[in-house]
């Protein structure tokens, strides 16, 4: 999730475990130490491109990681909060629950979260809810503003468990609208006699009503965009993997990083000077406009090998610009009320 989400869910999440024995601390505390592990960030810019890639979101967020800092986020409370030493059941509860709170939430979109490192790789995506989704975090946003009125402790927490109880429901409807949907994908295809290798589907950014739907056979993946509440689908295409391309560094270990944190549904295509595109199709378009466009794939990587034969691999950054009119397209692709129910037929 995005770094104000996780400030979100942090306080309220603070203000549930802590509020009533630490006040507002435990709200201010726990935004910054929700966002914690996000600071792997950090490292980004001194690693290959595919490592960090792989390092965000890795070690980090693991639960080993979580348990390790514990006691050190503890004592560093009771130190600069002196008074509060006799509260040091009341700091674990906090810290530990915000940290796992940020590791538990980012499991449920599609860049992966390697919770299990480092006795496993494996990276947890439940492909089910977006970066930022306005609906999930609104009712955190609702109650931190309530907060400024209310002063009375009980009344704060029970709003405070309300706002949770609120995005628990809505995250439940996430994995319910997934799990429906892949459902009505798998009975087309089937009904149309349809051979396919793997199917994926994951929301849009802001709303859990637009989704990305790619199914993949064995020369490339169809995409397009599907509407779970007027069952209409939006921007078809198909995008020839041409996997061939990358025979000269198929059995480089960067490169493979790179297929690895694709989960394999990429794309490859010819640039200019013998360079070779990768194009991640789980993120083809965050242009607020909804249509699946390589141009603008935020995870987009240009591969060449160089004179000694080695591997140079940059990132190339979209150029995205968010507008009024994206916006407004944006909304009605979400909003639109004709039907075209494809899945159904």
């Given at each position: 999730?995005?770094t104000?989400?996780?400030?979100l869910?942090?306080a309220?999440?603070?203000?549930?475990?802590?509020?009533?024995?630490?006040?507002?601390?435990?709200?201010?505390w726990?935004t910054?130490?929700?966002?914690l592990?996000?600071?792997?960030?950090?490292?980004?810019?001194?690693?290959?491109?595919?490592?960090?890639?792989?390092?965000?979101?890795?070690?980090?967020?693991?639960?080993?990681?979580?348990?390790?800092?514990?006691?050190l986020?503890?004592?560093?409370?009771?130190?600069?909060?002196?008074?509060?030493k006799?509260?040091?059941?009341?700091?674990?509860r906090?810290?530990?629950?915000?940290?796992?709170?940020?590791?538990?939430?980012?499991?449920?979109?599609?860049?992966?979260?390697?919770?299990?490192?480092?006795?496993?790789?494996?990276?947890?995506?439940?492909?089910?809810?977006?970066?930022?989704?306005?609906?999930?975090?609104?009712?955190?946003?609702?109650?931190l503003?309530?907060?400024?009125?209310?002063?009375?402790?009980?009344?704060?927490?029970?709003?405070?468990?309300?706002?949770?109880?609120?995005?628990?429901?809505?995250?439940?409807?996430?994995?319910v609208?997934?799990?429906?949907?892949?459902?009505?994908?798998?009975?087309?295809?089937?009904?149309?006699?349809?051979?396919?290798?793997r199917?994926?589907?994951?929301?849009?950014?802001?709303t859990?009503?637009?989704?990305?739907?790619?199914?993949?056979?064995e020369?490339?993946?169809?995409?397009?965009?599907?509407?779970?509440?007027?069952?209409?689908?939006?921007?078809?295409k198909?995008?020839?993997?041409?996997?061939?391309?990358?025979?000269?560094?198929n059995?480089?270990?960067?490169?493979?990083?790179?297929?690895?944190?694709?989960?394999?549904?990429?794309?490859?295509?010819?640039?200019?000077d013998?360079?070779?595109?990768?194009?991640?199709?789980?993120?083809?378009?965050?242009?607020?406009?909804?249509?699946?466009?390589?141009?603008?794939?935020?995870?987009?990587?240009?591969?060449?090998?160089?004179?000694?034969?080695?591997?140079?691999?940059?990132?190339?950054?979209?150029?995205?610009?968010?507008?009024?009119?994206?916006?407004?397209r944006?909304?009605?692709?979400?909003?639109n009320?004709?039907?075209?129910?494809?899945?159904?037929?």
């Amino acid at each position: 999730m995005d770094t104000i989400s996780h400030a979100l869910i942090g306080a309220v999440t603070g203000e549930i475990v802590a509020g009533g024995k630490l006040g507002k601390k435990a709200v201010l505390w726990g935004t910054a130490i929700a966002n914690l592990p996000d600071l792997d960030v950090i490292a980004q810019p001194f690693l290959k491109p595919a490592q960090s890639l792989l390092f965000h979101r890795g070690p980090s967020h693991s639960i080993l990681f979580c348990v390790l800092i514990i006691p050190l986020i503890v004592k560093l409370m009771t130190i600069i909060h002196k008074k509060t030493k006799k509260n040091r059941i009341d700091w674990i509860r906090l810290v530990s629950w915000c940290l796992f709170s940020h590791i538990f939430i980012d499991c449920f979109n599609s860049y992966g979260t390697a919770i299990f490192y480092p006795f496993s790789n494996f990276r947890v995506a439940f492909d089910c809810m977006g970066i930022v989704d306005v609906l999930l975090i609104f009712p955190f946003a609702v109650a931190l503003l309530l907060f400024i009125f209310i002063k009375r402790t009980g009344l704060r927490k029970t709003v405070a468990l309300l706002s949770m109880l609120l995005s628990i429901l809505y995250l439940g409807f996430a994995v319910v609208n997934k799990i429906n949907l892949e459902q009505k994908i798998k009975s087309h295809l089937a009904g149309m006699s349809i051979n396919y290798d793997r199917i994926l589907t994951s929301p849009l950014p802001l709303t859990n009503f637009v989704w990305i739907v790619i199914v993949e056979d064995e020369d490339g993946f169809f995409s397009t965009n599907y509407n779970v509440v007027n069952r209409q689908i939006k921007y078809e295409k198909y995008f020839p993997k041409n996997h061939y391309l990358s025979e000269k560094f198929n059995k480089n270990a960067e490169f493979m990083r790179l297929v690895r944190f694709s989960k394999g549904f990429y794309c490859l295509s010819r640039g200019e000077d013998d360079e070779i595109i990768f194009y991640d199709l789980r993120f083809a378009s965050f242009d607020f406009d909804g249509v699946a466009d390589l141009d603008k794939a935020v995870f987009v990587h240009r591969l060449k090998m160089n004179e000694n034969g080695e591997l140079t691999m940059k990132h190339r950054y979209p150029e995205r610009k968010v507008s009024f009119e994206k916006l407004k397209r944006y909304c009605q692709q979400i909003l639109n009320t004709e039907t075209q129910d494809r899945f159904n037929q």
